[in-house]
């Protein structure tokens, strides 16, 4: 994972596991690393990965129970709801930049299925 200084790390961390989760790199019910080991990891605060734990499990991306690791949520719902939102932010951003180049939608279909390796193509 790459920190970069634009935004705050606790939503860089949460972006991380939220993308990991959605693509199905963190299975549901998989363990995470505990605060203090991704902490360590990141080199970053704690308190930081403390915060980004804490908002995953309000949004019910991850639970912890008792002392236990903290593990991916099993709700398929809530995988669906991320995924869903994570390919909103992406064609929004995607959108916004090509009409400030003024790119008309039929030019860019094509390139879209030639750059798009998991897509289907009509050959």
């Known amino acids: 994972m790459e920190l970069n200084s634009r935004e705050p790390v606790y939503i860089q961390v949460i972006r991380y596991f939220k993308e990991r989760i959605a693509s199905g790199v963190l299975e549901p019910g998989t363990e995470i690393p505990s605060r203090r080991e991704l ?30 690791p903290s593990k991916v949520t099993t709700n398929e719902t809530i ?23 003024q790119i008309p939608l039929n ?6 299925e030639t750059h798009y390796e998991g897509g289907e193509k009509d050959d």
Do not use: C, W
């Not at 669906?80 to 400030?100: N, P």
């Not at 030019?107 to 879209?112: A, F, Q, R, T, Y």
């Open 107 to 112: 030019e860019v279909i094509p390139m879209l």
């Open 79 to 101: 995988i669906q709801e991320v995924k869903d939102a994570l390919l909103q932010d992406a064609i929004i951003s995607f959108v916004s930049t090509i009409e400030t180049l």
């Open 39 to 68: 902490a360590n990891t990141l080199k970053i605060n704690p308190n930081t990965v403390q915060r980004a734990y804490k908002e995953m499990e309000e949004l019910g991306l991850i639970h912890t129970e008792g002392n236990l």
